[in-house]
C-alpha cells in the first residue's frame, strides 16, 4: 500500500508565498512523475505542476513564472514553492504520483491541502 501525506497548506494574502510538501511512503520500487493537481468549488481539477523521474517540469499556464515545482528523490517527496499568490489560486491541492510497488503500477493520489488566498 501506498501513501501520500500533503503539507503546507493554509490561508495567505494576495501576493504571499507557500510552500506544499508532498511525501510518499509504502512498498515503493520507484516513482516515475509526482506533481499537483487543483481544485476549487464549481470547477474542473487542473494540473498545477507535475516533474519526471528525470526532472523533466511541466506547469499549468497560470502558474507559470510563479510556482516552482521539485523532488527529493531520496525522500520520495515532491515540493510546490507558490509565489505571488492570488485568489484564483485558491483550491484544493492534491499530489499524485506514478508508483511501481510490490502491486505492480499504479497512480496514487493524496488527501488534499487547502490553499486560501485572501484579497
Known amino acids: 500500500q501506498v501513501q501520500l501525506v500533503e503539507s503546507g497548506g493554509g490561508l495567505v494574502q494576495t501576493g504571499g508565498s507557500l510552500r506544499l510538501s508532498c511525501a510518499a511512503s509504502?512498498?515503493?520500487?520507484?516513482?516515475?512523475?509526482m506533481g499537483w493537481h487543483r481544485q476549487d468549488l464549481g470547477k474542473q481539477r487542473e494540473l498545477v505542476a507535475s516533474?519526471?523521474?528525470?526532472?523533466?517540469?511541466d506547469y499549468g499556464d497560470s502558474v507559470k513564472g510563479r510556482f516552482t515545482i521539485s523532488r527529493d528523490k531520496s525522500k520520495n517527496t515532491v515540493y510546490l514553492q507558490m509565489n505571488s499568490l492570488n485568489p484564483e489560486d485558491t483550491g484544493v491541492y492534491y499530489c499524485?504520483?506514478?508508483?511501481?510497488?510490490?502491486?505492480?503500477?499504479?497512480?496514487?493520489w493524496g488527501q488534499g491541502t487547502q490553499v486560501t488566498v485572501s484579497s
Open positions: 516533474i519526471a523521474a528525470i526532472g523533466n517540469t
Open positions: 499524485h504520483a506514478g508508483v511501481l510497488s510490490s502491486s505492480g503500477y499504479s497512480d496514487y
Open positions: 509504502g512498498n515503493i520500487f520507484s516513482i516515475r512523475a
